[in-house]
């Protein structure tokens, strides 16, 4: 018997969040070994295809399975498409879209009629879940506007949360050569870390809210003596020299706004990393602590990441890091939800509805001093952190609840038998696979 055909269309190839999640599932499917799996890759928005490393053994599995040319010999027993709801397509005999979701409380209409074209929808959090099955829209008659019903997700869903390899991520003293030159310009012993995209929108109004991270810093900490510093591993989802300009433009600005005092250094971390390298920082001797304003995650992948190092995070516990980030062990950052300005998302995403977390700047930089000022308190509860993350959100946790899932969706489908057929001189029909959106 043919083992279940699985096809996964997916950025794979992309040093991305959803670029993470999906070499993640790939890897599950491949290691567990019940499925022949194929993969359709596709790009993520500006986002480098440069993620598959040569000599990573996993990465070649995957590699493998990349379709380079857009046809199958029969359809799938199962399409898992790992994008925004709003490009799923259903080509499998089961279908299933996997997504982060949204990062405020309101998807746009289109997203919700996205999950409804598949058998089920996997969101990566509780909080996206709910986002989609709390929000109703009304159908509207293309001609006379009058409400002809309500659209609602209607399809089955689910929650699978992304697990960090404990193979990779963990405590460990080891530093490459290429971490060691770029900190080595760092002089501070104590350096917050924050990691993740810098995207578009005005200051308070950038998803991960960077700028007014920047600005609470450089007001709690200038004119002291003694000083942190701030390392910022972020890009606008590139790394080109025209986009690290960018960034370093976005820096100087909140750093001439705040002259002429004395204010704590700032460095940025611009180049591409690799999974190792990326652990090796958060374990770097001069990261004290991880640190995020963010206003709204559909997972927070670097937040998880970052706790299995073992050392404090300091964040807003709300939308999706909420699954994985305790109240007892977190540094949590008071908040608000608060209205999405306009600017904060491209028109056809934002609803004048929708809410979002915002810190409490004033406390949140009072807490930031505290834990500069008191480290040891705040580092033992990290330590507690990292043990339950571990265990609870590990990629093997992860692969043990994705095979129970796919297990019960594939239970139903008919499988093909292997025969013996006589040669044919004509070629099987392949099955065409229709053309994907560019992210």
Not at 129 to 155: A, S, Y
Not at 156 to 166: I, K, N, R
Request: proline share 6%.
């Amino acid at each position: 018997m043919n083992k279940p055909l699985v096809l996964v269309t997916a950025p794979v190839e992309t040093r991305s969040g959803y670029g993470n999640h999906s070499r993640d599932i790939c890897q599950s499917l491949i290691e567990l070994d019940k499925y022949d799996v194929r993969i359709q890759s596709v790009r993520w928005g500006s986002t480098p295809p440069t993620a598959l490393e040569k000599d990573n053994p996993i990465h070649q599995e995957i590699e493998k399975r990349i379709l380079r040319q857009p046809s199958m010999e029969r359809q799938p027993d199962l399409h898992l498409h790992i994008v925004i709801p709003n490009e799923f397509q259903a080509v499998g005999k089961v279908n299933v879209g996997m997504t982060a979701g949204i990062e405020h409380t309101i998807p746009p209409a289109s997203w919700v009629e996205g999950c409804n074209r598949m058998d089920m929808t996997i969101f990566t959090s509780e909080f996206s879940r709910d986002c989609f099955k709390n929000i109703q829209f009304d159908k509207l008659d293309n001609k006379t506007q009058q409400v002809q019903g309500q659209l609602k997700l209607e399809k089955p869903t689910d929650v699978l949360f992304e697990g960090a390899d404990t193979n990779i991520y963990k405590e460990t003293k080891e530093i490459s050569d290429n971490l060691k030159g770029q900190f080595s310009r760092i002089k501070e012993d104590f350096c917050f870390l924050f990691t993740g995209h810098w995207l578009g929108g005005n200051l308070g109004e950038d998803r991960k809210d960077i700028g007014m991270m920047l600005k609470v810093f450089y007001t709690m900490f200038k004119n002291q003596k003694n000083q942190p510093a701030l390392v910022l591993k972020t890009s606008g989802a590139g790394f080109s020299v025209i986009d690290r300009n960018e960034i370093m433009k976005r820096i100087n600005t909140i750093k001439d706004s705040m002259s002429p005092h004395k204010l704590p250094p700032v460095y940025l971390l611009h180049g591409d990393l690799t999974d190792e390298e990326m652990n090796q920082m958060y374990n770097h001797p001069k990261v004290k602590a991880h640190l995020s304003f963010t206003h709204g995650e559909g997972f927070g992948r670097p937040l998880l990441e970052a706790s299995f190092s073992g050392k404090p995070v300091i964040a807003p516990i709300a939308t999706g890091q909420a699954d994985f980030l305790s109240k007892d062990y977190t540094v949590e950052l008071p908040h608000a939800m608060t209205k999405v300005p306009a600017g904060a998302f491209p028109k056809d995403y934002h609803n004048p509805e929708a809410l979002w977390a915002t810190v409490n700047y004033g406390i949140a930089g009072r807490m930031m001093k505290d834990v500069f000022e008191n480290y040891d308190k705040y580092k033992l509860k990290a330590k507690k952190q990292m043990i339950v993350n571990r265990e609870t959100f590990s990629h093997k946790a992860m692969t043990d609840k994705l095979e129970s899932i796919v297990g019960k969706l594939l239970g139903g489908v008919p499988q093909q038998v292997q025969l013996k057929l006589p040669t044919l001189k004509k070629e099987p029909k392949k099955l065409k696979l229709p053309k994907l959106k560019k992210g």
